[in-house]
């Protein structure tokens, strides 16, 4: 009840402040709302290149501030996660006055903000493919108030366009956000074109292994489990590092990304000094995905992004049972991922010992995940959105 008259009293603040602004005339202008970096980034640096004559704004959280800040000096940026009411009400001001709305996750004041007529909110969701449920088909609304629901639906109702990487994510945001296929853009997703840039990349690459030598030395093991919503304090490692350590130690070390809110009840570098390496605040998860060799995962979209690098994959959806049952995952999880599923480390490191893996699976997968996505997604984007700026 607490949360639901708190969240009230800030859609009511935003709904009469956005109504003043939004007696303002509309300007050529876009404004992104950023939670994470990779999308927004890409299409934002594509514009530059195509010479798009509209102004960019960013609206940033706390987390994806900083990197807009360090990396593009003279970009006008504000944070909204932020008690600065100058943020907040530029932030306000630069909704209700743009023609182009960019979001790429759930923002919850869409529900009171009715845009002007002309006005584009595109949707630049912050993954590949799903394999959890999530938006309208996430089953934990269903304990949510008749409001929170009422309002999750304006939300997901007030996209004008949804970018997508295939006709298979076309049909998971049909569901998930009640939307008609007319509204999806098939240009690709944006942050994809980062795995054809073999020049990037190789750079990339080169300074991880200048930063951590041992990163060159041995094979990469990535473990990146989902983020859960309970288990954010006092987080414990499923996987057991003691025994991966002893019997993979000598040819393998263990990158293990957790979600930023996450805080596992010990420290893994210390614990696992020259085996187990915290990377969890790297901002750019693909960056890591490169030096690679196997990824770990459970129900994370990581490997829809990963599919394109055609490296093993293994599912390790320990609560397989109540994560399907508390939050839902799209169609029969083990018949979609493409690598093996399994419950226990022995099984992991048996997998990883013999190098059983089904190559083809994973090319399939990404072949049907990523059918849109070919290196010029942003460049489509760009000119799909902004052609008559151009």
């Known amino acids: 009840m607490a949360r639901e008259i708190a969240i009230w009293l800030y859609l009511s603040f935003f709904k009469a402040v956005f109504n003043i602004f939004n007696s303002f005339p509309l300007k ?4 992104f709302m950023v939670s994470f970096t990779q999308n927004p980034k890409f299409v934002y640096e594509e514009m530059l290149r195509q010479q798009i004559d509209v102004h960019s704004v960013f609206i940033c959280t706390k987390r994806t501030y900083p990197y807009f800040r360090r990396n593009y000096p003279d970009l006008e940026l504000y944070r909204y ?6 943020h907040i009400l530029k932030s306000m001001y630069h909704i209700a006055t743009s023609k182009y709305i960019m979001i790429d996750n759930y923002y919850g004041f869409l529900s009171v903000a009715d845009f002007k007529e002309g006005v584009q909110c595109i949707q630049l969701w912050h993954a590949a493919g799903a394999l959890k449920k999530f938006a309208l088909e996430d089953q934990t609304i269903n304990d949510r108030s008749y409001s929170a629901k009422e309002r999750f639906r304006l939300v997901y109702g007030k996209f004008d366009k949804v970018v997508v990487g295939s006709n298979a994510l076309t049909k998971v945001y049909e569901e998930a956000f009640n939307l008609n296929e007319d509204k999806v853009l098939k240009t690709g997703i944006p942050r994809t074109d980062f795995f054809f840039d073999e020049q990037e990349k190789a750079c990339i690459i080169n300074r991880f292994f200048k930063e951590t030598p041992i990163l060159q030395e041995k094979k990469v093991i990535l473990y990146a489990p989902t983020f859960r919503d309970q288990k954010l304090n006092d987080y414990e490692v499923m996987l057991n590092l003691d025994q991966m350590k002893s019997e993979l130690g000598n040819e393998f070390v263990v990158l293990v990304r957790f979600h930023p809110a996450v805080k596992p009840h010990y ?5 696992y000094e020259g085996f187990a390496y915290d990377f969890s605040s790297h901002p750019d998860i693909n960056e890591l995905l490169l030096i ?9 979209s990581i490997p829809f992004e990963f599919s394109l690098l055609e490296r093993p994959m293994i599912f390790f959806p320990y609560d397989l049972e109540e994560y399907t049952r508390n939050r839902g995952v799209w169609k029969g999880y083990c018949e979609m991922v ?6 226990t480390t022995d099984k992991v490191i048996e997998l990883i010992k013999n190098n059983d893996f089904d190559m083809e699976q994973i090319q399939t997968f990404s072949a049907e995940w990523n059918a849109f996505s070919d290196g010029n997604a942003s460049k489509k984007f760009v000119k799909s959105v902004f052609s008559k700026n151009v």
Do not use: C
């Open 338 to 343: 493409p690598g093996p599923v399994v419950f």
């Open 292 to 300: 690679t060799d196997y990824l770990i995962t459970d129900y994370s």
């Open 267 to 271: 420290d893994l570098n210390e614990k």
């Open 28 to 31: 050529n202008k876009v404004t």
């Open 81 to 86: 996660e932020t008690w600065n009411l100058f």
